[in-house]
């Protein structure tokens, strides 16, 4: 099946006109929920240095030292829980709302349908996509963007069957991209016209962007999904679609 992205984004751009204000209070409350999340730690564990504070001799400087290192890693640690069981979770339940409207309208509680659908597997599943991104990143810039791809499709196979072990996710998101990667790449970088318009408004115009770019992915992977079937690389079992 062959698409071109000027497609996605037109069968995109008519689902929101059908109703643009659900999916855009979906992606808003996404966004808020996970920066306000993240600046919570922010407030809790601000950046502080040694020369912040007045000591009076070595034991003193040891001492805060070794206190704001354990601050350091704790503030880590709970940014790390945040991207666990937030953020992840909130992507998934998010583009389970995206496929889901696209056929009818759907309901602003799915945002939140990780928290109640196999929860730990979507938490071990995402994890574990986010510690291979970050250690291929680590390497090198372009393989890490390259990878991206290769794993972006492991959140929509979770809002669709969030039972999916860990491996089948990666295997069946590497050969979905397969020969679309680049296509994948383009897709995003045609928006990149319509963040700097909402830069231009004080980042006022950005919320309004990302349920048109969140509907032009949720197209992508209904025409990777549709194309995985006809060749059979899955089947309707394991893909079960979103009741439309």
Known sequence: MMWTNAQLKQNAWKILQRDYWMPFLVCFLCLIIASAANGLVDQVFPVLSIQDFRYSDSISRTLIGGILSMASMLSLAITFGVSCFVTNILEVGQNRFMMINRGRRADVGVLFSGYRQDFGNIVVVQLLRSLFLSLWYLALIIPGIVKSYE??????????????????????????????????????????????????????????????????????YTALRSRALAMGITNGYELPGFGY
């Open 151 to 220: 794993y972006a499709m492991i959140p929509y196979l979770l809002a669709e069957n969030p039972k999916m072990p860990y491996q089948r996710a990666f295997d069946l998101s590497r050969m979905m991209t397969k020969g679309h990667k680049m296509d994948m790449f383009l897709l995003d970088l045609s928006f990149i016209g319509w963040y700097l318009l909402g830069v231009l408004t004080c980042g006022l115009g950005i919320p309004f962007v990302i349920p048109y770019h969140q509907a032009a992915l949720a197209e992508q």
